[in-house]
């Protein structure tokens, strides 16, 4: 990306050409193990483009994808990405190649390491409201509540990933043992 926002992408490591197309999402993350983080772009048109670390350049990855999110799902210590398609289905890969599927269908997609093993896990929230999590990416459990919008960070800092939800009336609200809410005083509603 130049100084005036341009992308640009080379797949042959020589020649450099302009993305003709503007991001509708990104995530960064450290792609290459070097320690430097990269970028990855969903164009609006769905492309998945990868750039290893900032001003490597662009590569095209396979695949289609709506909403894009890094973690490292196989604890490897590089960068992996997961996202929803157009139709809520969620995907992942650890190599950049080949997308796997995992079941259930969601309009917001995270991803949380919510055992502590330092290998990140996914959860999201579908179109009704309702917050799932996956320990193995296979198997879905349901967090009771509804959520709008749904965040992680390890609030208590034992080393598990902890869930900050906002809801359908702006309330803010944490749970750490992924069972009950807590809410965080003072709505955002009326800002
Ligand atoms: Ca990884
Ligand atoms: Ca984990
Ligand atoms: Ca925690």
Known sequence: ?????????????????SLSASLKDFALGDFSGSGL?????????????????????????????????????DGNGVADLAGLDVYGNIWYTTDFKI????????????????????????????SKGEIWTTKDLITWERVPGMMSLLKSADLDGNGTGDLIGLDAAGNMWQSTDLKTWMNIP?????F
């Open 1 to 17: 990306m130049d100084s005036k926002g341009n992308m640009y992408y080379t797949v042959d490591k020589s020649t450099w050409n």
């Open 37 to 73: 983080f990269g970028i990855a772009g969903i164009t609006n048109s769905g492309d998945i483009y990868l750039m290893p670390s900032v001003g490597s350049g662009w590569s095209k990855l396979p695949g289609l994808l709506n909403t894009i999110v890094t973690g490292d799902f």
């Open 99 to 126: 997308w796997k599927g995992t079941v259930g269908n969601l309009s917001q997609l995270i991803s949380i390491d919510l055992n502590g093993d330092n290998k990140s896990e996914l959860a999201g929230i579908n």
């Open 186 to 190: 003072g709505s955002l509603a009326n």
